[in-house]
Nanobody, 119 residues
Framework: QVQLVESGGGLVQAGGSLRLSCAAS????????MAWFRQAPGKEREFVAR????????NYADSVQGRFTISRDNAKNTVYLQMSSLKPEDTAVYYC????????????WGQGTQVTVSS
């Protein structure tokens, strides 16, 4: 059984940077795409970024475009989210997801990692 384990969250000041990691462990892992979502208190979970597992094309939510970068290391079964120019409104629990489609049919979620941006 595959598990997704996120790491790298924490507390950072506005304008700072963090890099999140999501490592897949278990059986052979080959999703169509990997993605990051986030959920702020009192709000619904929202899409942040996604990347094709083969080929590497990616796209982003408008709110993070130009500030966040998603990448993957297939050999390590790991996806990353480099977050820069962080804003207080980026504060949320960030979830890694493995999808069987580019349209985000998520088959597996990570447990989440907290990112807090102070003003």
């Amino acid at each position: 059984q595959v598990q997704l384990v996120e790491s790298g969250g924490g507390l950072v000041q506005a304008g700072g940077s963090l890099r999140l990691s999501c490592a897949a462990s278990g059986r052979t892992f080959s999703p169509t795409a990997m993605a990051w979502f986030r959920q702020a208190p009192g709000k619904e979970r929202e899409f942040v970024a996604r990347i094709r597992w083969s080929g590497g094309s990616s796209n982003y939510a408008d709110s993070v475009q130009g500030r966040f970068t998603i990448s993957r290391d297939n050999a390590k079964n790991t996806v990353y989210l480099q977050m820069s120019s962080l804003k207080p409104e980026d504060t949320a629990v960030y979830y890694c997801a493995a999808s069987v489609s580019w349209r985000m049919t998520v088959e597996l979620w990570g447990q989440g990692t907290q990112v807090t941006v102070s003003s």
